[in-house]
């Protein structure tokens, strides 16, 4: 019988491609199938690249050289708000298009001496702004499992890829759970590095003090290879910085917070998320309810901060230095026409937001009334870490919503965030772990739990996560 | 209360233009959105200021050498430019004459 190479997870394709049982070729073939026979229904790369053949052919010489490293060979994709020099980067907005990046992120310059098969760019959020990609230029990318529903985002294409076997795995970008959330709808696992930990150069900048690049895997021993292969100090991003791993633990404490379980949330996700911790517990593991007063201001705080940041990073896009220029009267004229022409609803909304919040006479009722909260916050945090190694939530309150239920809602859309946020706020590591699935019309669900720990001690997190799976 | 009068002008202030069916629309979110951001006000206190015990991130400067060619990506960051004249990015006179 053919085995099905796009099953492979990481480490097994690792060792079938040593070995020699397979070839680059066949494995990338494998991918190539599913993107061609599936792609125009999913929607979930933007681009194919056309030189797939020269870098299969480039991976298994290194490969027959003895020289691989653990990504060789491998088929991957990254959102398209990562830089890869030469290739276009559109960040899924009309106003980027054609857009050609003139160099590499960190991470892609980290990757590249591996010899990956980059196979293309995938869907996203306009800018990462969103939680179903239904704000891409280029149209919703479906979720795999019920294409009537989204694949979550705003890496909605990178969880979307691995889910559907277009990709062996992919990198997001997370900046209120824009990794985490997806890879719970689609059923695959989704880090969240330490803020600092991987260096944002060359990922386009949304919100800098939330942004961080992350992984999206099949497996969490895959999510780790990655996450070790992208982290490090870079002198080209100056929040970035490096610690040693931490050694992991026979027994873990686990805290709840429980008063952010209410009833608005789904009940089935409920049900799932306690029959993890009954998993956890079952082998050994102390799960303990804590108290975490300010956390449930964790989204009004977001809501915030990111748009302040946001409506500074946006204005870059000025119809000047790159993407869309529209011709006015005057160069004001070309900022405004160029910017409201070919900037989403979205991501227009947002900076407004920001504007309004960081303008006279309102920044200290939010700016920094948001950051004396998200102190508050932090400090509460570093408290209970005394006491507890690890806090458990469910990754979103709901399974993949239908596509269009909250489009119209920007509210309710921001909801959706409630789990996550924190987590960027904080700036400590989170991991989502597929491990339930809830039946809706007939069909089934992935649904998954998000474990948070200390600032860099994303070991921890593989640990316990692994024992989730 | 946010007034179409004030959004009009974080609108300037951004650099954005919209229809004024569209600016209705974006009050009603502005509404929902600040309406639910109001609960903050349940917390006392608005000092913005760190403790270093919160604070995880220290800003990291590097020295201020060149690591790269001069000219090393001078045409391709000017290649990504809508309006180029040479080594310049085009843009429209703003002083002087009539604007």
Redesign the interface.
């Known amino acids: 019988m053919l085995m099905d190479l796009t099953k492979l997870t990481l480490e097994q394709a690792r060792e079938k491609l040593d070995k020699k049982e397979i070839s680059v070729k066949e494995l990338v073939k494998a991918y190539q199938e599913n993107i061609k026979s599936k792609n125009e229904e999913l929607n979930i790369f933007l681009e194919v690249f056309d030189d797939i053949d020269d870098q299969v052919e480039k991976a298994q010489a290194v490969i027959d050289a003895g020289e691989a490293r653990s990504l060789t060979g491998i088929p991957i994709a990254f959102k398209d708000n990562i830089c890869i020099k030469g290739r276009k980067a559109s960040a899924a907005s009309r106003y980027l298009g054609e857009y050609v990046a003139p160099y590499n992120a960190t991470v892609t310059d980290k990757l590249v001496p591996h010899s990956p098969v980059f196979l293309g760019r995938v869907n996203m959020d306009e800018f990462a702004m969103g939680g179903s990609t239904e704000n891409s230029a280029f149209g919703v990318a479906k979720n795999p499992h019920d294409t009537s529903r989204v694949s979550g985002g705003s890496s909605g294409g990178s969880a979307a890829a691995v889910a559907a076997d277009f990709a062996l795995l992919t990198l997001g970008s997370d900046t209120g759970g824009s990794v985490r959330q997806p890879a719970s709808f689609c059923g695959v696992v989704g880090l969240k590095p330490t803020y600092g930990s991987v260096s944002r150069h060359g990922l386009m900048a949304m919100s800098s003090s939330l942004d961080v690049i992350g992984p999206i895997t099949k497996t969490v021993a895959d999510a780790k290879i990655i996450f070790d292969n992208i982290k490090g100090k870079d002198p080209l991003d100056s929040t970035s910085d490096e610690k040693d791993p931490v050694a992991k633990k026979g027994v873990y404490k686990i805290g709840v917070p429980r008063s952010l379980l209410t009833d608005e949330m789904d009940k089935d996700v409920l049900e799932a998320f306690e029959a993890d911790l009954k998993t956890l517990q079952d082998k050994g593991h102390e799960i303990v309810d804590i108290e975490l007063p300010s956390l449930k201001y964790s989204l009004a705080v977001y809501y915030i901060i990111m748009p302040c940041e946001v409506s500074s990073n946006m204005s870059r896009y000025d119809g000047v230095r790159f993407g869309a220029h529209v011709e006015g009267k005057t160069l004001e004229d070309d900022y405004k026409q160029s910017r409201s022409q070919y900037l989403g609803e979205e991501v227009k909304r947002r900076i407004m937001l920001g504007t309004y919040s960081l303008s006279s006479g309102y920044y200290d009722a939010y700016y920094n009334k948001a950051w004396h909260v998200r102190t508050k916050m932090r400090e509460e945090v570093i408290k209970v870490f005394e006491s507890i190694d690890v806090i458990m939530l469910p990754t979103s309150p709901t399974p993949a919503f239908k596509i269009g239920e909250k489009s119209t809602d920007p509210l309710k859309m921001y909801l959706t965030d409630i789990f996550t946020v924190s987590a960027n706020l904080l700036g400590v590591p989170g991991i989502t772990v597929p491990t339930q699935k809830v039946d809706r019309d007939g069909k089934l669900l992935p649904v998954g739990s998000q474990i948070l720990g200390p600032h860099f001690h994303e070991e921890w997190l593989f640990d316990l996560g692994g024992q989730l799976e | 209360m946010?007034t179409t009068q004030?959004?009009e002008h974080?609108?300037h202030?951004?650099?954005?233009?919209?229809t004024p069916e569209a600016l209705e629309a974006?009050r009603g979110?502005?509404e929902?959105?600040f309406g639910?951001?109001d609960?903050?006000?349940?917390?006392e206190?608005?000092?913005?200021?760190?403790?270093a015990?919160?604070?995880?991130?220290?800003?990291?400067?590097?020295e201020d050498e060149a690591?790269t060619a001069n000219g090393e990506?001078t045409d391709?960051?000017l290649?990504?430019?809508?309006?180029r004249n040479g080594n310049f990015?085009e843009?429209?006179k703003?002083i002087g004459g009539s604007?």
Request: proline residues 2%; aromatic residues 8%; hydrophobic residues 45%.
């Open positions: 946010i004030e959004l974080i609108a202030l951004a650099r954005l233009e919209y974006l979110d502005f929902n959105i639910y951001i609960q903050l006000n349940e917390v206190g608005s000092d913005s200021r760190q403790s015990e919160a604070s995880s991130v220290k800003n990291a400067l590097r690591t990506y391709a960051l290649e990504a430019a809508p309006k990015v843009v429209k703003i604007q």
